[in-house]
T-cell receptor
């Protein structure tokens, strides 16, 4: 089935460790996005990519990094520089600008 | 600045009441797209509707309706005869051409009580 897959669903890490969240889509979409969701703050854009080998910072990119080596994949690394990494992370992909974005099920990251 | 504002953080209604969720946006672009999404407790966002900036026609889909007014930069969402299953967080979003960003409002948590 076509869709967008995030893994794992739950992730625990010790403070100071980098961690990579996976996002894969088989919808042949050019655009991909990463969002962070905290209670009461909605979805905040971390990074987005409109084409392979290119990506742009969103509104809260500090402490995060991404890569877009393949059209299907857009992994997000939460580095030790991110001061408050515990959150719910959502990945999305979209085709043309006038079409809706499809979302993964999300990864809940807890840093202890 | 490009921005989406959902001023209502939480709304609580009793089943069968009508409820309107407000969305106000800001953009310098003349071409843009507006969306509404629903986030049930499972966490995955579900697409509800999209509108482009050149189409101000209101839309009705079953119990759902949307009112798009460029003059007030608003794209409001009304649920008629609400049901308990409508309980969720609802997000309004804006996609604008300059840079290709897709940004969301803060979300409105709707609670429909039996």
């Amino acid at each position: 089935d076509g869709g967008i897959t995030q893994s794992p669903k739950y992730l625990f890490r010790k403070e100071g460790q980098n961690v990579t969240l996976s996002c894969e889509q088989n919808l042949n979409h050019d655009a991909m996005y990463w969002y962070r969701q905290d209670p009461g703050q909605g979805l905040r854009l971390i990074y987005y990519s409109q084409i392979v080998n290119d990506f742009q910072k969103g509104d809260i990119a500090e402490g995060y990094s991404v890569s877009r080596e393949k059209k299907e994949s857009f992994p997000l690394t939460v580095t030790s520089a991110q001061k408050n990494p515990t959150a719910f992370y959502l990945c999305a992909s979209a085709g043309l600008p006038n079409t809706e974005a499809f979302f993964g099920q999300g990864t809940r990251l807890t840093v202890v | 600045a490009q921005k989406v504002t959902q001023a209502q953080t939480e709304i609580s209604v009793v089943e069968k009441e009508d409820v309107t969720l407000d969305c106000v946006y800001e953009t310098r672009d003349t071409t843009y797209y507006l969306f509404w999404y629903k986030q049930p407790p499972s966490g995955e966002l579900v697409f509800l509707i999209r509108r482009n900036s050149f189409d101000e026609q209101n839309e009705i889909s079953g119990r759902y309706s949307w009112n798009f007014q460029k003059s007030t930069s608003s794209f409001n969402f009304t649920i008629t005869a609400s049901q308990v299953v409508d309980s969720a967080v609802y997000f309004c979003a804006l996609h604008y051409n300059q840079g290709g960003k897709l940004i969301f409002g803060q979300g409105t948590e709707l609670s429909v009580k039996p």
